[in-house]
């Protein structure tokens, strides 16, 4: 950690009014990536903020974004961009601070379209998703993520497939907690039957998948096909809850991400993940054809 002595940009240092104790992030010397550069940023917001003694929504209108957003910064579940680092410098007179220090906290080893998604991911409570086409990816096993990776990238070296295969697996230690986050899949039942990787990849797969059924680490429900049409044939979807923050929304498609914080959007695709619920087969039922399907890709491997 930085240097507690040191004093923020001259710009603050001449608001006594706005930071009146020493900052633990000086305006001489950036962030250390290797200290949750986005906890700290979003601690300093909020005490940037409440210093100048605006309410989230009033300092969101300033910059032309919502409340909610501002806490999801404040949170650490949203990045930071150049161009609200920029603003927030101005409205809340700290200088370039903001600016200087927004590269060390969108350092990531995702790609650019999912980056943020994975970073509030990991931060989330309660994690609720769609999945049409693929296994989820918190789900996935090492072999099956990989030859996920191949199938997009069919010319790439075998290094930036392996680099894909462990930032994925590295996702989901945060099933290494047994109860926190809560995990609540609906998987549509054509992702459990294309056989990604082959059958010994895939009864892999879905046994890993019944393995956190059995462990009561995960909920699943199958989407059968059996029940026609339903309330997401769009596309995937993933609601994510925090404890110290607004919902997330994220929408993802082919090399493309969203993350939507609009309460109505929000509130809008809780209640489609409910309507895939109540068409979803039952946990139990569920875990049953997972692993006939399993069964059935092991037995054809040895035919």
């Known amino acids: ?34 200290s949750s550069p986005r906890a700290l940023l979003g601690a300093e917001l909020r005490h940037a903020r409440e210093k100048a ?6 300092l969101g209108q300033r910059l032309f974004v919502s409340g909610s957003f501002i806490g999801q910064l404040e949170a650490g579940t949203r990045r930071l961009q150049a161009e609200y680092a920029r603003l927030l410098d ?38 609720r998703q769609f999945a049409p086409l693929l296994i989820p990816g918190l789900l996935q096993t090492p072999a099956y993520a990989r030859a996920v990776f191949r199938a997009y990238r069919p010319t790439a070296p075998e290094a930036v497939i392996e680099e894909l295969v462990a930032a994925r697996m590295d996702r989901a230690r945060i099933l290494d907690d047994p109860t926190s986050p809560l995990l609540w899949m609906v998987i549509d ?25 059995r ?43 969203r993350l939507e914080d609009d309460p109505a959007t929000v509130h809008h695709q809780r209640r489609t993940f409910q309507l895939l619920t109540a068409c979803a087969l039952s946990p139990d039922g569920s875990l049953a054809l997972i ?13």
């Open 1 to 34: 950690m930085a240097d507690a002595s040191l004093t923020w940009p001259d710009t603050a240092a001449q608001q006594p009014d706005l930071y009146d104790r020493e900052l633990p992030m000086p305006g001489s010397r950036d962030l250390d990536p290797s």
């Open 53 to 58: 003694g605006l309410s989230q929504e009033e």
């Open 90 to 127: 101005e409205e809340l007179g700290t200088g370039d601070f903001f600016q200087r220090n927004c590269g060390a906290a969108a350092k990531s080893k995702y790609p650019e379209h999912f980056a943020e998604a994975a970073e509030a991911e990991a931060a989330a409570t309660e994690i």
């Open 189 to 213: 039942e054509a992702a459990l039957r294309r056989e990604t990787g082959g059958r010994e990849v895939m009864a892999g797969a879905l046994r890993h998948v019944t393995a956190l059924i």
């Open 215 to 257: 462990r009561n680490r995960i909920i699943v429900q199958v989407l059968p096909f059996g029940a026609g049409a339903h309330a997401s044939m769009e596309g995937s979807m993933k609601l994510m809850d925090f404890d110290d923050a607004p919902p997330l929304l994220y929408f993802e498609g082919v090399g493309t991400g």
């Open 291 to 303: 692993e006939d399907i399993a069964q059935d890709c092991g037995h054809e491997e040895h035919a």
